[in-house]
């Protein structure tokens, strides 16, 4: 699997992870959206999904957008070798303090640490 293909699926899965929590498990949109998030995962390299379980055990995401020149989750400045690395499009790394999945956001992306649906386009006021 190549890292854009990781990328997406880890971000999926933290999207639909924060979706799940805020419906009842045995609606209608529970279990489609447990449907979607076994899929997935089915997808994923299961050393990926080990790490991804271990960083969200506390409910917290396993991934975050790099933001200016540091982690979106912990606020670390990262080094420049690594930032360099991930704003190559598709790549993402790991943070040194946090140990988040990080990627950086292209030009025409916002800059807002909230996780939002990869798919999901943005609103233009």
Not at 6 to 26: A, D, G, H
Request: aromatic fraction near 4%.
């Amino acid at each position: 699997m190549y890292s854009a293909e990781v990328l997406s699926q880890l971000r999926s899965l933290n999207w639909l992870t924060q979706e799940i929590r805020r419906v009842p498990t045995e609606s209608r949109e529970g279990v489609l959206l447990q449907s979607q998030m076994d899929a997935v995962r089915s997808r994923l390299p299961d050393s990926i999904l080990d790490y991804h379980d271990r960083l969200t055990v506390d409910g917290k995401p396993s991934a975050a957008q790099v933001t200016g020149d540091a982690c979106g989750g912990c606020g670390t400045k990262l080094p420049p070798n690594l930032l360099e690395s991930l704003r190559l499009p598709g790549r993402f790394g790991v943070c040194p303090q946090c140990g988040l999945f990080l990627w950086a956001a292209d030009a025409s992306s916002s800059t807002n640490r909230q996780l939002k649906h990869p798919t999901a386009k943005a609103s233009h006021a």
